[in-house]
Structures are given as C-alpha cells and as structure tokens.
C-alpha cells in the first residue's frame, strides 16, 4: 500500500501548499531585486495552525535555491547566541578555510546545536560581516528565518536582531530576514523601541484560510497522487469540513484518506475521516492552546460556548456570574484573550474565537476541562 501523503503535524511542510502562491512570489522578487527592496524583511502572522512555519520553510527554500545561505531559527530564549554559532560555523565551513565557492542549492542545513570551540570574544556583528563579505563576491547573501517572533521571552534577542538588520540594510548588503508569530501577540511586543521600527519597516502579511477551491486542488492532487481517487460529492464535504483551515486540510485529508481500503474515498470515508481529524485537531490545537491559560481565562471562553456565534461582554459577566467590579474584571480577562490570540473583537461590545473549531470543542469536552457551559435561553422563554 502507498503512503498517506499528508502531513498533519505542526512545522510539516504539505505535500501541496496551496493559496501562498502571491506572498511566496513576493519574497522571491525582493531577492531578486537586491539591497534595499523592502520584502527583504517580513513577518507572517495568522493564528495557530495557518501555516506560518511552513511559510519560513518555503522561504528558505526559495533563498536556498537562489544559491544563499540561510539560519533557521525559533526565538526562544538566547536565539542570538544560536544564530552567531551558525553564522561561524559557515564562516568556517564555506569561507575561511578554503574560500570555496559557495554554489546554490548544495549548502544543507545547519545544525546549530553543535556547540563550536570557545571563540573568545568574537563579535556577532563583525563575524555577519565577514560572512556577508565572502558572500557577495559570490553574489549571493545571507537569510535568517525567525519563527515564533512573539515570545516574550525572546524580546531582549529581538532587540539585538532589529539593531543589527538596521546596520545590514544601512550598508546595502545582501540580508534577509523572514519572521512568523501570532498578530496580536507581536503587537504587544511593539513597545520596545527599536523592535517597534524594525517591525514597522517590514513587510508584514496575514495569512489567512484558504478559498475552497484551492483546498480541493490541496486535498485531490495528493490522494491522487498516491494512487488513490475521491469522488466528487466526497471532495466537497472534506473541503467543507475544513473551513478553509490550513492544519484541517492535512489532518483531513490524512484521516479520509487511511479510511479507504479500495482506493475509492466516498462520502462514508469522508464522514469517518472528518470525525476523527476534528478529534485530533483537538488534542493537537485546542488542548494546548487552552493549557496555556488561566482557569478564569477558560471559564471566560466556555461562558462564549453558549453562542452559536459573537458573544456580547456583558452576557459572558452575566454567565459567568461576577457581580463585584464587574465590567473592570470582564474587561481585563477580555484583553489578556485577545492578547493571546484567544478570541478577538468583532464590533462594538462583542467578541468572537480566534481558533477555529474552538466552540465545538469546548461544548463537548467542558466536563473533562472542569467547565460548565451555560444552557441558551430558548426563544419566548
Ligand atoms: N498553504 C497550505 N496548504 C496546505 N497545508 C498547509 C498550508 N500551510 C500549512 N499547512 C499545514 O498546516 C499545518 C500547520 O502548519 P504550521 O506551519 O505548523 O502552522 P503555524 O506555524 O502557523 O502554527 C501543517 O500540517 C502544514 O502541513
Ligand atoms: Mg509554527
């Protein structure tokens, strides 16, 4: 039997990556067009799940195909320190000891979890200038993808990066820089001064769901591919099933296709297939999502679940049944949410779930998270 072709894991890049084709053109024309083009520096955001690390993997890709280097990196904690390891290592695999030729494509990636002889006090900005040096006598340039850019914990590093991605630019040198995090939380991040000018002279896209179309070609090509075949009114329901949903369209597809034994996915398999995707999208998404927060944070979220769509602030006070300081307290919980990417405002008053699927789960797992749902009031009553 062949192999299921789709990838429902966080960071897997899809056997098919539809719906990006405008954003990935954008970047490759800003290496092409060398020093200076503004999308030499840009920030993906979307929420969890919409495929901002498989973006940093494609851009990669399209850098290192062009014959440039590229430093793939998260940021976490000491994420500078990591990325100036890489930036030596090359220095010492490509430049110093030979001067070789660097050739496009045939540079791997870096590990940078190899730990390098004590370099002393070698300087970051100095050792990147060396590189970019050696490097542009071959014309071609450095690339560093960040991913996870919203991490509190990384700011003091990020800080390092803007500083020196100003000076890289200043000096017209072949430098790229492409970052990914979720939009609310790196808004937060703004304050910092020089992140806060960096960040603002990048290009910055919002991914966002996928057009069904382009789901279907996502969903059909690699079933058929793999020498399977779907059927018509079966594609139409798993594209539906999937809201458009980047994570969804792999954890659907990866479903419905092991139901079909035959090679044929009909409608029955897509029923099966769906429901078991829906299960994983929670353990996978929603679960950890939700075990970041608060338990008021969560209660906050179940008082949403009664809705069947926006939910007003002054109903989730009501249900949640605060009555001193009540709107201050709602408010407060309100924006930390929003913050986290949790939910957003959606006009006056009102608010909405950032994650898909999000009501659906909690309706059904409140009990095992210890919440309760407040029943609807029904009509008239
Ligand atoms: N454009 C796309 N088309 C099809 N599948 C995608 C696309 N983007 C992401 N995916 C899939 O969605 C899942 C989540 O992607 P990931 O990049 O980890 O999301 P994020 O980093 O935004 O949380 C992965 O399984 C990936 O293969
Ligand atoms: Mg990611």
Redesign the pocket.
């Known amino acids: 039997m062949s192999r299921n072709p789709f ?8 056997p ?5 084709e405008d954003v990935l053109d954008a970047w490759a024309d800003s290496l092409d067009n060398g020093p200076g083009s503004p999308g030499r520096i840009t920030i993906y955001t ?1 929420g ?8 940093l993997n494609e851009v990669g890709n399209i850098a290192r195909e062009s014959g440039w280097l590229v430093i793939d990196e998260t940021a976490t904690p000491g994420f500078v320190g990591r990325i100036h390891h890489a930036i030596v290592r090359y220095l010492k695999e490509w430049v110093e000891p030979t001067g070789r030729r660097v050739t496009g494509g045939r540079v791997g990636p870096i590990s940078v979890t190899t730990q390098l002889p004590e370099e002393g006090d070698r300087d970051l900005s100095t050792d990147l200038r060396s590189l970019l040096d050696s490097l542009a006598r071959h014309e071609t340039g450095l690339v560093l993808t960040l991913d996870e850019v919203h991490r509190r914990s990384g700011a003091d590093d990020l800080a390092v990066v803007a500083a020196i991605t100003q000076h890289m630019v200043r000096e017209g040198r072949d430098f790229g820089v492409a970052m ?1 995090g979720l939009p609310q939380a790196i808004s937060e991040l703004l304050t910092d001064a020089p992140i806060t000018t960096f960040m603002r002279r990048a290009d910055r896209h919002e991914l966002n769901d ?1 057009q069904p179309e382009a789901v279907a070609k ?1 969903l059909r090509e690699p079933i058929e591919q793999s020498g399977k075949h779907i059927e018509d009114q079966a594609l139409t329901a798993a594209v539906e099933a999937t809201g458009g949903y ?2 969804l ?2 954890l659907v597809g990866f479903h419905v296709w092991k139901q079909s034994r035959e090679g044929a996915i009909d409608s029955d398999a897509v029923r099966a297939g769906v429901d078991a995707a829906r299960r994983r999208f929670g353990s996978l998404v929603q679960e950890p999502a939700l075990q970041d927060l608060s338990e008021v944070d969560r209660t906050f979220l179940a008082a949403m679940a009664a809705d069947d769509g926006p939910t007003s602030v002054s109903d989730i006070q009501l249900r949640m049944g605060i009555t001193k300081n009540g709107p201050q307290y709602v408010n407060e919980y309100r924006n930390r949410l929003i913050k986290s990417d949790m939910i957003r405002q959606v006009g006056r008053g009102r608010v909405d779930y950032a994650l898909p699927f999000l009501r659906e789960y909690l309706r059904d797992h409140a009990a095992t998270l210890g919440l309760s749902i407040a029943s609807q009031p029904e009509e008239g009553e």
Request: hydrophobic share 45%; net charge positive.
């Open positions: 990838k429902p894991t966080a960071g897997a890049s899809p098919l990556l539809v719906g990006r979307g969890r799940g919409v495929g901002k690390t498989v973006m990914a996928v996502a980047p994570f369209i792999q």
